[in-house]
């Protein structure tokens, strides 16, 4: 077997989903904490500050601690190197946590036992099951009042449309959680808590006769459940797990430790290793192929002193050698990557070689864009399928604070534009005056100003605007559109037509009446 394929087939890269608060942060912190990345949980600082989509970005981004900063975490664990990449988690969503989904292999989704299924969920779930990720589930924060497990199973097929399969079951009701049943092997573990949930959880395995006469009750309530989940046939089941249709369900409390061990062993066992990625034309690249990456994301001046652009690609096929010359699909010009390295944290660390799975952060990244395909040009040459773009949700309209700044800030907004930091959308016909920034979340637009003021030195005001809905359209059905109340036609840095709505229901009228007009959601793929 070539060095490539072994080594993608040590790769588990994945991501955690969840709706803010449900645990993203706290089970990212004890993944590190059973892989022995770190010693202690607790190391994850101020919730707060992440709360806030306004301040500023940077310094958000630091405050976060590591779950936020970290693009990618790499950790060992098991033989594996996992990498678990980090999905923004704001109450208020952007482009970028899409964008991050496209370059994982699987995903983990935390939900709030006390809640269920929330909006976020069910957003970021779609992206999942557009790509056909397989999804593993968390029930988290069971050792508090909650639904009973059994209906939130029940949310999750009905909501969500994926047939759960527990794996692990938990034995204990709400308040005193006890341990978890693993379904697969009948053994029961239980576990003991420690101070805060900062230290691994002691552990002991035993079998069902053990667990009935030493847990009673609590025992027998998990028994029966797991019997009747027997009965309804709700097995792990790998094929359909893969292909996106069922969810192994893990059951816990990443507070507490419990079960963690369990969901972390699931991702080396049953998350797929890095295949091969189709291509522009739907052609899978062979993993052993020359060298090739995309990149899903771009962050520029993430360290103050030094003001820089790291690009974030991850590796697709072939062996990356730090050093090599790599060439920009979209270009055809070459990018040296001297300084490629993996970020943990606050710290960056150079990164010598990576395979299938692995992401490295390309630094001096200017001539690169989110959704560049690098190939090594060694191999054939391959470009990689564009990145879906989402139908922003938040609009606004920017102008210079000081009216001398106006060539930078031109120059600032066709950059950014183009980088997909939010989508620049121009009235054709009045060229630059106040254009319009549209976006998925609000906080694209606090990166977006605060990239303005940093980068291109044109600090800006950010007004409110008027519109509600956006559609993609074309250039007759335009014309028709134009005379609309409450319509307004623009038009996007890439040059694509958009209509935009000042309400819904004007939209939804007119796709209702006028079904032969072109309004496409801009979910392009
Ligand atoms: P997020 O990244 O998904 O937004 O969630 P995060 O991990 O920050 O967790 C949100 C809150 O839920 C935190 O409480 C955290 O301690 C708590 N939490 C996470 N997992 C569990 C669990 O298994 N059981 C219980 N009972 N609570 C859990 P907080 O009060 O906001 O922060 P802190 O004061 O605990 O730091």
């Not at 101070?195 to 691994?200: D, F, H, N, T, V």
Request: with cysteine; proline share 6%; net charge negative.
């Amino acid at each position: 077997m070539s060095q490539v394929i072994e080594e993608a087939a040590r790769r588990r890269t994945f991501a955690i989903i969840s709706h803010p608060d449900a645990g993203k942060t706290t089970l990212t912190e004890k993944f590190l904490l059973y892989a022995g990345a770190i010693q202690s949980g607790g190391a994850v600082k101020a919730r707060e500050d992440r709360r806030s989509a306004t301040s500023d970005w940077m310094e958000m981004e630091q405050k976060r601690g590591i779950s936020i900063s970290s693009t990618a975490l790499n950790f060992p664990y098991r033989e594996q190197e996992l990498n678990l990449l980090d999905t923004p988690g704001h109450r208020d969503f952007s482009e970028d946590t899409y964008r991050v989904l496209s370059a994982v292999d699987a995903v983990v989704m935390v939900l709030d036992a006390a809640k269920g299924i929330e909006p976020q969920t069910l957003k970021l779930f779609e992206v999942c099951r557009s790509r056909e990720l397989p999804v593993i589930t968390f029930l988290n924060k069971l050792d508090r009042p909650g639904l009973e497990p059994l209906e939130l199973l029940d949310q999750i097929e009905e909501q969500i449309g994926l047939r759960p399969t527990p794996a692990t079951w938990p034995v204990g009701s709400y308040g005193d959680l006890r341990g978890v049943l693993d379904r697969r092997t009948d053994v029961f573990t239980r576990f003991t808590r420690t101070a805060r949930g900062s230290k691994i959880a002691p552990e002991e395995d035993m079998a069902a006769e053990q667990a009935a006469a030493e847990e009673g009750d609590a025992w027998l309530k998990c028994a029966e459940e797991s019997e009747l989940l027997d009965a309804m046939g709700a097995d792990v089941d790998m094929e359909s797990f893969l292909a996106g249709q069922s969810t192994p369900i893990f059951a816990g409390s990443a507070l507490t430790n419990f079960g963690v061990r369990h969901l972390l062993d699931a991702i080396v066992d049953l998350a797929p290793a890095p295949l091969p990625r189709d291509d522009i034309d739907g052609e899978p690249r062979p993993l052993e192929t020359a060298c090739s990456a995309f990149v899903f994301k771009v962050q520029a001046n993430m360290d103050r002193n030094h003001r820089d652009r790291i690009a974030f690609a991850r590796i697709c096929s072939g062996k990356f050698d730090r050093g090599m010359v790599m060439t920009c699909e979209r270009t055809g010009k070459p990018f040296a990557t001297k300084y490629a390295s993996t970020v943990f944290g606050a710290e960056r660390t150079t990164i010598d070689e990576a395979f299938p799975g692995d992401v490295v952060g390309l630094v001096n990244a200017t001539g690169l864009n989110i959704g560049d395909t690098l190939y090594d040009e060694t191999g054939p040459r391959v470009e990689f399928p564009k990145l879906p773009q989402f139908a922003p949700e938040v609009f606004a309209s920017a102008r210079p604070q000081d009216s001398g700044k106006v060539k930078q800030f031109r120059k600032g907004l066709d950059q950014l534009g183009e980088e997909g930091v939010v989508q620049v959308l121009r009235d054709p016909d009045w060229g630059e005056a106040s254009p319009v920034l549209a976006a998925v979340g609000q906080l694209q637009f606090d990166v977006f100003a605060n990239r303005l003021d940093v980068e291109f030195n044109a600090p800006i005001e950010l007004l409110s605007s008027p519109y509600q809905a956006i559609r993609l359209t074309d250039s007759e059905s335009a014309t028709a559109l134009r005379e609309k109340p409450g319509v307004r036609i623009l038009q996007r840095t890439d040059g694509a037509l958009v209509a935009l709505f000042e309400n819904k229901y004007a939209l939804q009228r007119i796709e209702q009446n006028e079904p032969e007009l072109m309004l496409d959601p801009i979910i392009a793929g």
